[in-house]
T-cell receptor, first 115, second 112 residues
Framework: DAGVTQTPRHEVAEKGQTIILKCEPVSGHNDLFWYRQTKIQGLELLSYFRSKSLMEDGGAFKDRFKAEMLNSSFSTLKIQPTEPKDSAVYLC?????????????FGEGSKLTVL | GEKVEQHQSTLSVREGDSAVINCTYTDTASSYFPWYKQEAGKSLHFVIDIRSNVDRKQSQRLTVLLDKKAKRFSLHITATQPEDSAIYFCAAEGTGYQNFYFGKGTSLTVIP
């Protein structure tokens, strides 16, 4: 089975641009997460979907970050407009979901650099 | 909400020695505690987990201990090898939805 696929792997944007990151979860998984990883803050939750419904929107990330799950096999994270402080690795993860929590399967990440 | 603290940012051990990474959490209702490993330039991958109905779980050279009273859990790696060198993240499942709170990671270096 294919794992979590994220594209692009690297993105360079000018301040103020709009960027869209993409994620394909593991087939059959019901839960999908977007995290931002930086050395200082560690992993921060941006969004969490269960069966395509948005369950958590990451609070502080609401204003310029928008995640969508258009179907069960595809999600996007839009950052608009980008700022230099958004430079980070954006990780998508999925899990089977269901009654018992299980491990997360992470993608390789999209490294964003905002100039 | 839940807060997970990982107390060592770095840890160095000699090959063959044991390594212990400690984490604490705040939410007494948390019931699931996974550990992830991140090798240089790569993403996170799951290594072991423990649920709150047990206090110990072992998988080959990895053991996780959970002390619910102290709200503390730890990862023990025995007979360390150079390929164990990586950043290890502990996590706890928060209450409500299946949301995981991560520690900031411990960079483990195994010296040959």
């Amino acid at each position: 089975d294919a794992g979590v696929t994220q594209t692009p792997r690297h993105e360079v944007a000018e301040k103020g641009q709009t960027i869209i990151l993409k994620c394909e979860p593991v087939s059959g998984h019901n839960d999908l997460f977007w995290y931002r990883q930086t050395k200082i803050q560690g992993l921060e939750l941006l969004s969490y979907f269960r069966s395509k419904s948005l369950m958590e929107d990451g609070g502080a990330f609401k204003d310029r970050f928008k995640a969508e799950m258009l179907n069960s096999s595809f999600s996007t994270l839009k950052i608009q407009p980008t700022e230099p402080k958004d430079s980070a690795v954006y990780l998508c993860a999925s899990s089977p979901g269901g009654a018992n929590t299980g491990q997360l399967y992470f993608g390789e990440g999209s490294k964003l650099t905002v100039l | 909400g839940e807060k997970v603290e990982q107390h060592q940012s770095t840890l160095s051990v000699r090959e063959g020695d044991s390594a212990v990474i400690n984490c604490t959490y705040t939410d007494t209702a948390s019931s699931y505690f996974p550990w992830y490993k991140q090798e240089a330039g790569k993403s996170l991958h799951f290594v072991i987990d423990i649920r709150s109905n047990v206090d110990r779980k072992q998988s080959q050279r990895l053991t996780v201990l959970l002390d619910k009273k102290a709200k503390r859990f730890s990862l023990h790696i025995t007979a360390t090898q150079p390929e164990d060198s990586a950043i290890y993240f502990c996590a706890a499942e928060g209450t409500g939805y299946q949301n995981f709170y991560f520690g900031k990671g411990t960079s483990l270096t195994v010296i040959p």
